[in-house]
């Protein structure tokens, strides 16, 4: 055992470090099931808060959806609580293939691969097929997990700035030489609530003879006619040559994630994806509850349509009232303060209103970028966005940014 | 060193900002700071090579001395005067 105190202390002052710089993350207990209305222990030890949640990726409210939960008793009778082993060893039943086969069939690719979740998909797909010779080109803007996935593969990486077609145009000729080419986007994009541009980067991608990978993680299940994803909204369906997605946002909020997508590049990852060889199966349970999801959500836009009346009632409630937001319309809906102090006190305001909300700063975002990100659900009522809306707007006027610029907002706050 | 400095200034605010009301020194952290991501580094360093047509080795080009455009320029004048 090496911990000396010479250890302990390194550790302490790079914790201190963290404390002091005003990031230090603190979890919230929450007491109930996932909801609109949660009662939440916060800070530690204190009494439960009910309050109206506004931050989850429980976008299609089937987090807690009765028949899904019944699904997951069912299949925890007939295909048991574990497998304990991976997929190819003995880990693989017929309802995980049933899943690739739904998850192919919805997104209208040519095959699937599940992975135990998607920051798994995306940490393994690059690394399983691109080698020394290829080139991937990402948006500036993509998940965390996504850049881990470039930064395990061999393969030479440049960016383009976010959604930004003509740069993508000029780093796809820069880098024509290169044996594969993929250029790699959020769906639509977590922390900003934007959607990519997949039909003009089909389209560039077609020109340069380059693959497309969208991860569609705050998509799949809800944008689009029918919910099928960015794909569908942007109608480029069959056109994406990698898709990957979680099963733990919008379709059901459990765990587990997959790639999707042209079948000699699924193929690769079943024979050579780290997280797909090395970790194990998605547990049968969690499997069962994803094909009740599909079920659910195949031909009954009902969820999905309501989740859009949402969104819309609660981003004109807000632009109206006068906050600055990022453009977009999706169900994220980021409330752009810039200072990361005034994020935290916003939230925490907000939380003595009864809304949870949570402030984001650097580096989860770009510096002088801090916000409030609201999620819309399903499984909110107008009550609650009301409700919410309130809240907002009294806090709003409290730190006098209602009607006020983002250059007003910071000589007021600064940076 | 003052027409290098000129230039590549102009190229990383070109290339990195997104955000015309930002301002960019000689000095200023480009990677450190959040500007300038790793992975972007390449088409920097893709540019300087061919603009000042020299071969910046991989061990030289580290994010350290990519992390101003001053210590960019101290770099590319070295490489350029063993030309
Ligand atoms: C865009 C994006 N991709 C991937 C993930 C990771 O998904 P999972 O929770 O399945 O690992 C997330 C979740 O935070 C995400 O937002």
Redesign the pocket.
């Known amino acids: 055992m090496g911990y000396s105190d010479k250890v302990r202390n390194v550790l302490q002052n790079e914790l201190q470090g963290i404390e002091d710089a005003g990031i230090f993350k603190k979890e919230r207990f929450i007491h109930s099931l996932q909801a609109a209305d949660i009662e939440v222990e916060f800070p530690l030890g204190s009494s439960l808060k009910k309050v109206i949640n506004m931050c989850s990726?429980n976008y299609l409210g089937l987090s807690s959806h009765q028949e899904v939960i019944k699904a997951a008793h069912d299949g925890l009778n007939h295909r048991g609580y574990g497998m304990s082993s991976v997929r190819f060893i003995c880990g693989t039943q017929d309802i995980h293939r049933e899943l690739e086969n739904r998850v192919t069939e919805f997104l209208g690719t040519e095959d699937t691969i599940l992975?135990?979740?998607?920051?798994?998909?995306?940490t393994g797909v690059f690394e399983a097929f691109m080698t020394k010779e290829d080139v991937m080109i990402s948006d500036r803007l993509?998940?965390?997990?996504?850049i881990d996935g470039i930064r395990l593969s061999p393969a030479l990486r440049d960016t383009f700035k976010h959604s930004n077609m003509k740069h993508l145009e000029s780093k796809l000729q820069l880098h024509a030489d290169r044996r594969l080419k993929v250029v790699i986007t959020?769906?639509?994009?977590?922390m900003d609530g934007d959607t990519a541009k997949l039909d003009e980067m089909v389209a560039l991608c077609e020109k340069y003879d380059a693959m497309l990978f969208v991860?569609?993680?705050?998509s799949s299940g809800f944008i689009g006619k029918t919910g099928r994803g960015t794909h569908e909204k942007y109608n480029v369906i069959g056109k994406i040559d990698i898709i990957?997605?979680?099963?733990?946002?919008a379709l059901g909020g459990a765990?587990?994630?997959c790639v999707s997508g042209r079948k000699e590049i699924v193929e690769m990852c079943r024979q050579k994806a780290r997280p797909y060889l090395f970790s194990n199966t998605m547990a049968p349970v969690v499997v069962s509850g994803v094909l009740k999801v599909f079920d659910l959500i195949r031909g009954n836009t009902e969820r999905r349509d309501k989740l859009e009346e949402n969104a819309n009632f609660w981003r004109k409630g807000l632009s109206d009232a006068g906050f600055v937001l990022k453009d977009g319309d999706t169900p994220i809906v980021p409330v752009m303060l810039f200072n990361a102090k005034l994020a935290q006190d916003f939230s925490r305001d907000l939380y003595d209103e009864g809304i949870y909300a949570i402030g984001f700063f650097f580096p989860v975002v770009p510096k002088a970028q801090a916000r409030i990100r609201t999620q819309i659900s399903a499984g909110h009522e107008i009550h609650h966005l009301e409700k919410a809306l309130k809240a907002f707007i009294k806090i709003g006027k409290k730190y006098n940014i209602l009607g006020k610029t983002k250059k007003e907002i910071i000589a007021m706050y600064g940076r | 060193m003052e027409e290098y400095r000129k230039v590549i200034l102009e190229y990383v605010i070109e290339e990195y900002l997104e955000d015309e009301d930002e301002e960019l020194e000689y000095d200023s952290p480009l990677i450190s700071g959040g500007i300038v991501d790793s992975f972007s580094m390449v088409s920097l360093k893709r540019f300087l090579e061919t603009k000042y047509k020299i071969n910046l080795p991989d061990d030289r080009a580290t994010e350290e001395t990519f992390d101003t455009v001053n210590s960019i320029v101290e770099l590319v004048t070295e490489f350029v005067n063993k030309k």
């Not at chain 1, 959020?186 to 977590?190: P, T």
């Not at chain 1, 990957?244 to 946002?249: C, I, L, N, S, V």
């Open positions: 990726n992975f135990p979740s998607c920051m798994d998909a995306n993509v998940h965390a997990s996504i959020d769906g639509v994009f977590s991860d569609d993680s705050h990957t997605t979680t099963f733990g946002k765990s587990g994630g």
